[in-house]
C-alpha cells in the first residue's frame, strides 16, 4: 500500500544526498513524498551527529514530530543518519516515541524501514559502514539550477577532534563513470552550478591505486554542460600541482576553494593528527595565490582546541589576519565523545567560545574589506529569484556558495529569471552582504 512520507534533511550536503536517494528509493517503490509533516504516515528525520549540538538539533526535530504524533497528525516516525549510527540504541531509549532507527549503512533499507515501522515493528537496520558506496538514483531538493555531486563517501584521515570516520567508515570513491554520469544526468536536468562534495575530495581514487584521480574527475566533468563547478572540502595537504593546474585552467572551476584548516599553530596540528604544518599551509596558500588569480578561500576554524593557550590563539588570530582567508566558518572546540582529543587537556568551553567570538569579529572585519574592494565591480551572478523582504532580486557570484556564504541582492528594470546568470555591479552593502543593479542580462 502506497504510504506519504515526510522527508527532513538535517545536516551536511553529503547528507542531503543521502536524503534525496531515500526519496527516490521511496518514490520508486510507489510512495508519494509528502510536503509537511501533518498529514503523512511517516515522517523520516536525517540526522547529523557530528557535533553535540548537532544532535540536539536532531532532537528538536523528533520532539516536534512527537507531538503530532501525538495529536494523531502523523502515524510514525523514523529516524536516520549519522546521530542514530553515533547513539543507536539510545535513541529509541531516550525518545520512545521513534519507531525505527537506520545508521549510516543502512539508507538503501528505507522501504523496508517505511514497511515495517507501518506494519507496527520497529526496525533497526545498521549496515556495513566500510561497504561501496550505494548508486542510488536522487529527488533533487535544492533549487533546479544547482545540485551536490558526492564522489566518495567516509573519511580515512582521523582527525584527532572527529568523529565522521566512526560515524561514516573509511573512504571509500565512487567509481569515476558512476559519478559521471550521474554528472550528466544532472546537466540533463538543467543543473547551472554543480557542487563537488565528500568528506575530503582531495583523496578521491587513492582508495584504488594510491594515485590522486580528482584532476582526472575535474576534467571529465568540465567536458559536460555545466556553467560553474564548484569544490568543497580540499584537505590541504593532499593538493597536487596537477589538481592545482586544473584548477587554474579549467574556467568552468570556480575559483573558489573550501580548504579546512582548522588550526595553524604547529603543535596543534600535530596533536591533532593534521598533516602539514604552519609553514606548509602558508606556502600552499601563497602558491594557490598566485597560480589562480581572483581565488576566494573558504576554510574552518577550531578555537580552543587541546594545546591552544593564549599564545597558541594570538598565533591564531595573526595568522588569519595575515592570510586573510575570506570566509571562515568558526566553531568553539567541542569534545565529541569516543575521540581521542576529548580526552586531552583543554581550555573550558566557555573561553572557547570567547576565543570563537573574536574570531568572527577578525573575519566579519576581513569581509568589510572585501565588501568594500568589490564596489564597482560588475560580477557574473547566478540570479536565485526575488526576495519580498528587501524587494530585490538575489544571487550569487563565484564568491558565495549557497547557504554558507551569504547572497548579492540586486536591482533590475527587466525580470531576470531565476536560474540564469546576470551581470550585476556593486554599489552598496546591507547586513554585511553586497547590493548592486542589474547591467545586462546573458543568457544561462
Ligand atoms: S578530514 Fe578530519 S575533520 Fe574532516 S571529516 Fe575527516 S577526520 Fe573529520
Same mark, same amino acid.
Given at each position: 500500500m502506497p504510504y506519504k512520507i515526510h522527508f527532513i534533511p538535517l545536516g551536511c550536503a553529503k547528507n542531503v544526498v543521502n =536524503?534525496?536517494? $531515500? $526519496? &527516490?528509493? =521511496? *518514490? !520508486?517503490? %510507489? #510512495?508519494?513524498?509528502? /510536503?509537511?509533516? !501533518? %498529514?503523512? /504516515?511517516?515522517?523520516?528525520? &536525517?540526522? =547529523?551527529?557530528?557535533?553535540?549540538?548537532?544532535? !540536539?538539533?536532531?532532537?528538536? #526535530?523528533?520532539? *516536534? $514530530?512527537?507531538?503530532?504524533?501525538?495529536?494523531? *497528525?502523523?502515524?510514525?516516525?523514523?529516524?536516520?543518519? =549519522?546521530m542514530t549510527q553515533r547513539y543507536g540504541e539510545d535513541v529509541p531509549a531516550e525518545m520512545p516515541e521513534v519507531d525505527g532507527i537506520l545508521g549510516t549503512g543502512s539508507y538503501k533499507d528505507i522501504v523496508s524501514a517505511v514497511e515495517d515501522v507501518m506494519a507496527g515493528k520497529h526496525p533497526r537496520y545498521f549496515g556495513d559502514i566500510d561497504a561501496p558506496v550505494d548508486e542510488f538514483g536522487r529527488v533533487l531538493t535544492t533549487p533546479p539550477w544547482y545540485a551536490y555531486l558526492r564522489i566518495a563517501e567516509g573519511c580515512g584521515n582521523w582527525c584527532a577532534f572527529c568523529i565522521i570516520p566512526k560515524l561514516r567508515g573509511k573512504y571509500r570513491s565512487r567509481p569515476m563513470d558512476k559519478v559521471v554520469e550521474e554528472a550528466r544526468e544532472l546537466a540533463a536536468r538543467g543543473v547551472k552550478e554543480l557542487i563537488v562534495v565528500a568528506q575530503d575530495i582531495t583523496r578521491y581514487g587513492t582508495d584504488w591505486d594510491g594515485e590522486h584521480h580528482l584532476a582526472d574527475l575535474l576534467e571529465e566533468l568540465c567536458k559536460l554542460d555545466f556553467h560553474w563547478i564548484r569544490l568543497h572540502y580540499l584537505y590541504p595537504d593532499q593538493m597536487d600541482d596537477r589538481l592545482i593546474d586544473v584548477i587554474a585552467r579549467e574556467p568552468k572551476i570556480l575559483k573558489y576553494l573550501d580548504i579546512p584548516l582548522q588550526h595553524c599553530n604547529d603543535g596543534i596540528l600535530k596533536k591533532m593528527n593534521r598533516r602539514g604544518d604552519k609553514a606548509y599551509i602558508e606556502a600552499l596558500l601563497d602558491k594557490l595565490r598566485e597560480r589562480i588569480p581572483g581565488l576566494v578561500l573558504r576554510t574552518s576554524i577550531i578555537t580552543g582546541l587541546p594545546g591552544e593557550g593564549e599564545a597558541e590563539f594570538e598565533e591564531l588570530c595573526q595568522f588569519l589576519w595575515d592570510q586573510r582567508l575570506l570566509r571562515a566558518g568558526v566553531f568553539p572546540y567541542s569534545p565529541e565523545e569516543g575521540t581521542p582529543a576529548a580526552k586531552m587537556e583543554r581550555v573550558d568551553t566557555e573561553e572557547a567560545e570567547r576565543r570563537a567570538e573574536l574570531v568572527v569579529d577578525i573575519q566579519s572585519r576581513i569581509m568589510d574589506e572585501w565588501n568594500e574592494e568589490m564596489q564597482g565591480e560588475i560580477l557574473e551572478v547566478l540570479c536565485e529569484g526575488f526576495d519580498g523582504q528587501s524587494m530585490s532580486y538575489v544571487g550569487r557570484s563565484w564568491a558565495e556558495s549557497p547557504d554558507i556564504d551569504g547572497r548579492i541582492y540586486f536591482t533590475a528594470d527587466g525580470e531576470p529569471e531565476a536560474g540564469s546568470f546576470v551581470r550585476v555591479r556593486i554599489t552598496g552593502v546591507m547586513d554585511g552582504e553586497l547590493t548592486g543593479e542589474l547591467v545586462e542580462e546573458e543568457n544561462g
Amino acid at each position: 500500500m502506497p504510504y506519504k512520507i515526510h522527508f527532513i534533511p538535517l545536516g551536511c550536503a553529503k547528507n542531503v544526498v543521502n =536524503c534525496e536517494q $531515500m $526519496m &527516490n528509493l =521511496c *518514490r !520508486e517503490a %510507489g #510512495h508519494t513524498l509528502a /510536503d509537511a509533516p !501533518e %498529514g503523512a /504516515d511517516v515522517a523520516v528525520i &536525517n540526522t =547529523c551527529g557530528f557535533l553535540s549540538s548537532a544532535s !540536539e538539533e536532531a532532537i528538536q #526535530h523528533i520532539l *516536534r $514530530m512527537a507531538e503530532l504524533k501525538a495529536a494523531g *497528525r502523523l502515524k510514525k516516525i523514523l529516524v536516520t543518519g =549519522c546521530m542514530t549510527q553515533r547513539y543507536g540504541e539510545d535513541v529509541p531509549a531516550e525518545m520512545p516515541e521513534v519507531d525505527g532507527i537506520l545508521g549510516t549503512g543502512s539508507y538503501k533499507d528505507i522501504v523496508s524501514a517505511v514497511e515495517d515501522v507501518m506494519a507496527g515493528k520497529h526496525p533497526r537496520y545498521f549496515g556495513d559502514i566500510d561497504a561501496p558506496v550505494d548508486e542510488f538514483g536522487r529527488v533533487l531538493t535544492t533549487p533546479p539550477w544547482y545540485a551536490y555531486l558526492r564522489i566518495a563517501e567516509g573519511c580515512g584521515n582521523w582527525c584527532a577532534f572527529c568523529i565522521i570516520p566512526k560515524l561514516r567508515g573509511k573512504y571509500r570513491s565512487r567509481p569515476m563513470d558512476k559519478v559521471v554520469e550521474e554528472a550528466r544526468e544532472l546537466a540533463a536536468r538543467g543543473v547551472k552550478e554543480l557542487i563537488v562534495v565528500a568528506q575530503d575530495i582531495t583523496r578521491y581514487g587513492t582508495d584504488w591505486d594510491g594515485e590522486h584521480h580528482l584532476a582526472d574527475l575535474l576534467e571529465e566533468l568540465c567536458k559536460l554542460d555545466f556553467h560553474w563547478i564548484r569544490l568543497h572540502y580540499l584537505y590541504p595537504d593532499q593538493m597536487d600541482d596537477r589538481l592545482i593546474d586544473v584548477i587554474a585552467r579549467e574556467p568552468k572551476i570556480l575559483k573558489y576553494l573550501d580548504i579546512p584548516l582548522q588550526h595553524c599553530n604547529d603543535g596543534i596540528l600535530k596533536k591533532m593528527n593534521r598533516r602539514g604544518d604552519k609553514a606548509y599551509i602558508e606556502a600552499l596558500l601563497d602558491k594557490l595565490r598566485e597560480r589562480i588569480p581572483g581565488l576566494v578561500l573558504r576554510t574552518s576554524i577550531i578555537t580552543g582546541l587541546p594545546g591552544e593557550g593564549e599564545a597558541e590563539f594570538e598565533e591564531l588570530c595573526q595568522f588569519l589576519w595575515d592570510q586573510r582567508l575570506l570566509r571562515a566558518g568558526v566553531f568553539p572546540y567541542s569534545p565529541e565523545e569516543g575521540t581521542p582529543a576529548a580526552k586531552m587537556e583543554r581550555v573550558d568551553t566557555e573561553e572557547a567560545e570567547r576565543r570563537a567570538e573574536l574570531v568572527v569579529d577578525i573575519q566579519s572585519r576581513i569581509m568589510d574589506e572585501w565588501n568594500e574592494e568589490m564596489q564597482g565591480e560588475i560580477l557574473e551572478v547566478l540570479c536565485e529569484g526575488f526576495d519580498g523582504q528587501s524587494m530585490s532580486y538575489v544571487g550569487r557570484s563565484w564568491a558565495e556558495s549557497p547557504d554558507i556564504d551569504g547572497r548579492i541582492y540586486f536591482t533590475a528594470d527587466g525580470e531576470p529569471e531565476a536560474g540564469s546568470f546576470v551581470r550585476v555591479r556593486i554599489t552598496g552593502v546591507m547586513d554585511g552582504e553586497l547590493t548592486g543593479e542589474l547591467v545586462e542580462e546573458e543568457n544561462g
